[in-house]
């Protein structure tokens, strides 16, 4: 016998008894999402790989280990998303949606290829969502204003909200020497992530994950105090927002965010529920990313929350939704009852149109289909034979207490809904 083919590693199979969980929690996203007036966009899972480089950053752990990249039959070097940002502008900026402001969110796979742990995947779900022509920080604080409601109407506990200002490009261009002048001063103590970046991409340093690092990195200048004048203002504008509102947070002069196209205003929402994957939640501003590739400035904020960790999340805090289960499980005995159960089947759905009802199909005794009824869950199991057709009649048990009655069919729809 041949050996069975197996998913590949860090690719999972999401499978029936999770799956409702998975539905709900997006139900509520995509609820919230649209009453701030968000609109779904929905765009390729492969794009070319240039648009990653010049978005994301050549000297990224993305762009240099993670990303799925490869060669088409025509030669087009081409790369599956390893996030949705990127994509979202592209999509933007080719149908000419940055014309006027935009709210736009969007959900799906992203690939990273990378050590496969709890939390972290070769392919992972995201709910993204990115806001285009916005130049004030109103749109940054409705950001974590709505993130924040996310969360409430999940019920959801255990999350913290870190924020911090990356300025302007020429702040951050003028911080970027101070820094790395810090960092040349104490070179011995870097690790070896942090001398390959020293020159390349020193902010990220400081996110380092290295406990060796981190009495470094608490020590070296904080960017908020080299920040220029209109970023400070903003920044304290969002804070006091967030204040008013009520909204906690911690200021992190430490959270640089790992993509290149970042500045200003980033946030991400943390957890310690999930051990070292512990971000739920990350975004902030982009406004030169769409004249990076190659459009006209526009401003931009987004954010993405990864799905994986926020039902991990609801998990560990015991905050999982409520799923329904079945309504009804319908045993028929007999060939003739067989057939009839499905039309009887199709009438209680046009009656009782969200009603959640499994027919049984493939025959069996009476004992075999009530014992995949009590599987079920269900809470009625109608019972149709052949005495019961004959007299336009069905028993209707109810699971929980073993009661047990006979309904007419033509009454059986109200019966169910009382």
Not at 321 to 348: C, H
Not at 379 to 385: F, H, S, Y
């Amino acid at each position: 016998m041949a050996d069975i083919i197996r998913s590949i590693r860090g690719m999972n199979d999401i499978l029936p008894d999770v799956t409702p969980y998975w539905q709900a929690v997006e139900a509520t996203l995509k609820d919230v999402l649209t009453g701030y007036g968000y609109q779904e966009i929905r765009f390729p899972i492969v794009e070319k790989t240039e648009l990653f480089c010049r978005s994301i950053g050549e000297v990224t752990d993305i762009v240099e280990k993670e990303m799925y990249t490869f060669a088409d039959r025509n030669g087009d070097n081409l790369t599956l998303r390893p996030e949705g940002t990127a994509g979202c502008v592209r999509a933007a900026m080719q149908n000419g949606l940055l014309n006027q402001t935009q709210r736009l969110w969007y959900m799906g796979p992203m690939f990273r290829h990378e050590r496969p742990q709890k939390g972290r995947y070769r392919q992972f779900h995201q709910i993204g969502v990115e806001a285009y022509g916005f130049s004030g920080p109103d749109i940054d604080a409705e950001m974590i204003l709505m993130t924040a409601r996310l969360w409430k109407n999940l019920g959801l506990t255990g999350v913290t909200l870190q924020i911090n200002s990356l300025g302007s490009t020429q702040a951050r261009l003028a911080y970027r020497e101070t820094l790395v002048s810090y960092f040349e001063a104490h070179k011995d103590a870097l690790d070896e992530d942090s001398q390959r970046r020293l020159y390349s991409n020193p902010l990220r340093i400081l996110d380092s994950k290295n406990p060796a690092m981190q009495a470094l990195n608490e020590a070296a200048p904080k960017l908020l105090d080299h920040l220029d004048e209109q970023s400070k203002n903003e920044f304290t504008v969002l804070c006091q927002i967030l204040d008013t509102a009520g909204i906690s947070y911690e200021i992190n002069p430490r959270l640089v965010r790992g993509l290149d196209y970042y500045g200003k205003t980033v946030f991400e929402w943390v957890t310690s529920h999930l051990g070292s994957q512990g971000t739920v939640c990350a975004g902030g501003r982009y406004d030169g990313l769409v004249a990076q590739l190659g459009g006209r400035e526009a401003t931009a904020i987004g954010f993405a929350i990864g799905l994986e960790r926020l039902i991990a999340l609801l998990e560990a805090t015991d905050s999982l939704p409520q799923i329904d289960g079945i309504d009804v499980y319908l045993v028929a005995v007999g060939e003739l009852a067989a057939k009839q159960s499905l039309i009887l089947a199709e009438q209680l759905r046009d009656h009782i149109p969200n009603i959640k009802l499994i027919t049984h199909c493939g025959g069996g005794s009476f004992k075999n289909q009530f014992k995949r009824a009590d599987r079920s869950g269900a809470r009625w199991t109608l019972i149709l034979g052949e005495d019961e057709i004959t007299k336009q009649v069905i028993g209707v048990k109810t699971m929980a207490t073993g009661e047990q009655e006979t309904i007419a069919w033509d009454a059986l729809a109200d019966y169910l809904q009382q």
